[in-house]
């Protein structure tokens, strides 16, 4: 990839100057790329600056070294190459607002390099969109609303595989919750459901097998529930559209993110799963409808819902024009950037 994207930066330079580039941080040869044509490189780190400050620390002091056993991804030749190239960028570009991570950020920015800078939440700044028709799913979901009925949105984002056992527990834990539920699978996971399982709850639940905009569903006002593997887009949507999450990790540093969620925000529960070594959970179909009710009905959802509200008010303010922490930010950034 590399070959080519100089290619594209050399004939970008020949028609006008180029003052910087953002790259995601997986990128780590953009550095490279950068220095070579003579302009700054900054990194978008698409997770949370927490997980950020745990990764950075376990590296340091060397916490965690070694394989621990047969199914464990060997991923230090990748994070070699990253920590090289992030440390020597301008700065990180975080995908979180201040007022969420502020003890991290600060630490982070009195204590290491380079300087993180939030921009976000990008998602509320979005424009309101209004479409000639409204999708199915759209429809669903006021007809929802008109009947006074709250929704779980149920998605477990386009990268974890799940097996075909544990789609059969999910519907069955669904279905015996009795919640209303918007379920989004791909097409190949939804054949994989009991026949009959979409008749038996039609009344009160529907899976979608198409792609779906996922902020319209988290800012419906009937969705009052986030069913999600924790992915730190979905977590960080779902919180500044004011939804508690009912936390799932499958993979990545998704098992921090739900920590993060429940343990350290608390705007949300977290599914009740056994531990198969270092594969992903498996979740019991009870333990599932126990949690759902929960969240959807019981005291440690309304506390979850109560906080998550509060924080969804912080990520406005942060965004907010000209006085937001974030706009402030970005500020920042961009007059350091024009003083280089």
Not at 120 to 145: S, V, Y
Not at 254 to 258: K, P, S
């Given at each position: 990839m590399q070959p080519m994207v100089?290619?594209?930066?050399q004939g970008l330079v020949q028609v006008q100057p180029v003052s910087f580039m953002v790259s995601d941080g997986f990128q780590w040869w953009t550095l490279e790329s950068a220095t070579k044509f003579g302009f700054l490189s900054l990194v978008f780190n698409e997770i949370n600056q927490i997980?950020?400050?745990?990764?950075?620390?376990?590296?340091k002091d060397k916490l965690l070294v070694g394989v621990e056993s047969d199914d464990e991804l060997i991923t230090e030749f990748v994070i070699d190459q990253m920590k090289k190239s992030t440390s020597n960028s301008f700065g990180y570009i975080v995908n979180s607002f201040h007022e969420l991570e502020k003890v991290y950020v600060d630490s982070w920015n009195s204590e290491a390099t380079?300087?993180?800078?939030?921009?976000?939440?990008?998602?509320?700044?979005?424009?309101?969109?209004?479409?000639?028709?409204?999708?199915?799913?759209?429809?669903?979901?006021?007809?929802?609303?008109?009947?006074?009925?709250?929704v779980l949105y149920v998605a477990f984002g386009s990268q974890a595989e799940v097996s075909s056992k544990q789609l059969q527990q999910i519907a069955m834990g669904l279905q015996e919750s009795k919640a209303n539920f918007l379920w989004v699978l791909r097409k190949k996971e939804s054949e994989l459901l009991d026949e009959g399982f979409e008749e038996r709850v039609k009344e009160r639940g529907i899976v979608v097998k198409q792609w779906v905009d996922q902020s319209r569903i988290l800012k419906h006002q009937c969705v009052e529930g986030f069913l999600s593997h924790c992915g730190w887009n979905s977590a960080?949507?779902?919180?500044?559209?004011?939804v508690p999450i009912l936390a799932w990790p499958m993979i990545a540093e998704?098992?921090?993110?739900?920590r993060i969620v429940v343990e350290e925000i608390k705007v949300g529960?977290?599914?009740?799963?056994?531990?198969?070594g270092m594969k992903p959970l498996f979740v019991k179909w009870e333990g599932l409808m126990k949690m759902v009710k929960e969240l959807m009905e019981g005291e440690m959802g309304k506390q979850a819902r109560k906080r998550v509200k509060q924080v969804a008010e912080l990520g406005k303010m942060a965004m907010a024009d000209a006085?937001?922490?974030?706009w402030?930010?970005?500020?920042?950034?961009?007059n350091e950037l024009c003083n280089k």
């Open positions: 100089e290619e594209k930066l997980v950020s400050s745990v990764t950075k620390a376990v590296f380079p300087n993180v800078w939030y921009v976000e939440p990008l998602c509320i700044a979005e424009p309101e969109r209004k479409p000639q028709k409204k999708p199915f799913w759209i429809q669903w979901l006021d007809q929802k609303l008109a009947q006074g009925c709250s960080l949507e779902s919180i500044c559209y004011g998704q098992a921090l993110n739900v529960l977290r599914v009740e799963s056994t531990c198969n006085d937001g922490s974030s402030q930010t970005l500020d920042l950034l961009i």
